[in-house]
């Protein structure tokens, strides 16, 4: 049977970064499972990042927004994308802008059945190589997320069924669920310029304003429905993505 991949990209401030990664993700993703899907998290964004993962949800079927009303982290952003996520593994980054899409197929290689495969950054330095403080009232000290990590849902399940308390990756390495970790060489961003940064923001807080395309927050985490996106529809999508493709390129 054909595998299928769900990846969950949190995203913090991303407006410049986003679109472009998920036109790279939507590319490469079907060389590494026939069903696909991209789970865009809004991790409690101060820009216009809400509003441009909006737009790339409405115009591409495989992407689905959810939205967080404050700063949560990666962990929480991929134990949000659980609720909704249909895919037998599920890819998480820490840092939208460092993901290089074309590096996946590294960590797909080397999954395998009931474990999972994390991923580092080339610049910096694997789990274990830096001496960490002792922890405190003897407790072991939080394993930090990984830069990437692929991980085959039934160990996610089995870690929300241990209530989830444990730190993710700690909870993988004790019981020998990861593969040695692999190393990826991080994307190299071309930012765009702050002007049409503060431009974009500009028209992007005008329209809310004007109730256009404001998204429905919630308390814990929002989708937006079918009625929603229908009635925030552009009338020329393609002219507005070939704008936010360029901003993610910084033209």
């Given at each position: 049977?054909?595998p299928?991949l769900?990846?969950?990209?949190?995203l913090?401030?991303?407006?410049?970064?986003?679109a472009?990664?998920t036109?790279?993700l939507?590319?490469?993703m079907?060389?590494?499972?026939?069903?696909?899907e991209?789970?865009?998290?809004?991790d409690?964004?101060?820009?216009?990042?809400?509003?441009v993962?909006?737009e790339l949800?409405l115009?591409?079927?495989?992407?689905?927004?959810?939205?967080?009303?404050?700063?949560l982290?990666a962990?929480?952003?991929?134990?949000?994308?659980?609720?909704?996520?249909r895919?037998e593994?599920?890819l998480?980054?820490?840092?939208a802008?460092?993901?290089?899409p074309h590096e996946?197929?590294?960590?797909?290689?080397?999954?395998?059945?009931d474990?999972?495969?994390?991923?580092y950054?080339q610049s910096?330095?694997?789990?274990?190589?830096?001496?960490?403080?002792?922890?405190?009232?003897?407790?072991p000290?939080?394993?930090?997320?990984p830069?990437?990590?692929?991980?085959?849902?039934?160990l996610?399940?089995?870690w929300?069924?241990?209530?989830?308390?444990?730190?993710?990756f700690?909870?993988?390495k004790?019981?020998g669920y990861?593969?040695?970790?692999v190393?990826?060489?991080?994307?190299?961003?071309?930012?765009a310029?702050?002007?049409?940064?503060?431009?974009?923001?500009?028209?992007?807080?005008?329209?809310s304003a004007?109730g256009?395309?404001?998204?429905?927050?919630?308390?814990a985490?929002?989708?937006?429905?079918?009625?929603d996106a229908?009635?925030?529809?552009?009338?020329?999508?393609?002219?507005?993505?070939?704008r936010?493709?360029a901003?993610?390129?910084?033209?």
């Amino acid at each position: 049977m054909t595998p299928s991949l769900s990846v969950v990209v949190p995203l913090y401030n991303s407006q410049s970064v986003v679109a472009r990664l998920t036109e790279e993700l939507l590319e490469v993703m079907p060389e590494l499972a026939g069903d696909t899907e991209i789970i865009l998290v809004d991790d409690g964004s101060t820009d216009a990042t809400v509003e441009v993962a909006q737009e790339l949800s409405l115009n591409f079927p495989q992407v689905l927004l959810l939205v967080h009303p404050a700063t949560l982290g990666a962990e929480e952003s991929l134990r949000s994308a659980m609720r909704y996520a249909r895919g037998e593994t599920l890819l998480a980054c820490r840092d939208a802008g460092d993901l290089d899409p074309h590096e996946l197929h590294k960590l797909w290689s080397s999954l395998a059945a009931d474990v999972a495969v994390a991923g580092y950054w080339q610049s910096g330095a694997p789990l274990g190589s830096i001496p960490r403080a002792p922890a405190l009232a003897g407790k072991p000290a939080p394993q930090p997320f990984p830069d990437v990590l692929l991980v085959p849902r039934r160990l996610l399940v089995g870690w929300r069924q241990s209530g989830g308390h444990d730190n993710l990756f700690g909870y993988l390495k004790s019981r020998g669920y990861l593969l040695p970790s692999v190393t990826l060489r991080p994307r190299r961003q071309r930012r765009a310029p702050a002007a049409l940064v503060n431009l974009l923001e500009r028209r992007y807080s005008e329209q809310s304003a004007a109730g256009g395309t404001a998204p429905r927050r919630d308390v814990a985490v929002s989708t937006y429905s079918v009625t929603d996106a229908h009635a925030a529809r552009p009338r020329s999508p393609k002219h507005l993505m070939s704008r936010l493709r360029a901003f993610a390129w910084g033209e």
